[in-house]
C-alpha cells in the first residue's frame, strides 16, 4: 500500500470519483434491464390475459340483463 500513500491527492480523487462512477452505472444499467424484463413481462400478461376490468363490466352488465329477465 506504500505506492498508494505515495500517488498525489488529485489521482486519488479522481480515481474515487470514476470508482464511484463505474458503480453507478452498473447499477444504472441493471436497472434499465430490468424495466424492459418488467415491460416485456407486463405486456406479455396484457395480451395473454386480457384486460380483466373491461370483461367484469361486461359480465356484470349480462348479469343484471339477465337479473331483470327474472
Known sequence: MKWYRNLRLSVKLISAFLVIAI???GVGVYGIIT???ANTNSTYVFENYGNAQGYLG???GEFE???AYM
Open 23 to 25: 458503480i453507478a452505472g
Open 35 to 37: 424495466l424492459k424484463k
Open 58 to 60: 361486461y359480465v356484470y
Open 65 to 67: 340483463r339477465q337479473m
